[in-house]
């Protein structure tokens, strides 16, 4: 059951993801000018960057002190 809540959540996820991100892209595309873009879009790839190499850490870290919440 929790594979089916997991799979229905992931497909959620992507939907959510496929109307968020072209419409956030063409926001900023829309509010800054020409030669920012490029800045502003580099700079939002830096930070999702740095969050997948942070996230794993913090996890790890988090599983290291409090190992019980894994399965909770």
């Known amino acids: 059951q929790s594979v089916f809540i997991f799979a ?3 497909v959620i996820n992507g939907i959510g ?3 968020y991100i072209p419409a956030q892209r063409a926001q900023i595309a ?3 000018n020409h030669g920012q873009q490029a800045e502003i879009f580099s ?4 930070m999702g960057a740095i969050g997948t190499l ?3 850490l913090i996890g790890t870290i ?3 002190t409090h190992p019980e919440y894994v399965f909770t």
């Open 8 to 10: 229905l959540l992931y």
């Open 54 to 56: 942070i996230g794993p």
């Open 30 to 32: 829309d509010l800054t």
């Open 43 to 46: 700079l939002l790839q830096t």
């Open 62 to 64: 988090f599983y290291k």
């Open 17 to 19: 993801r496929s109307l």
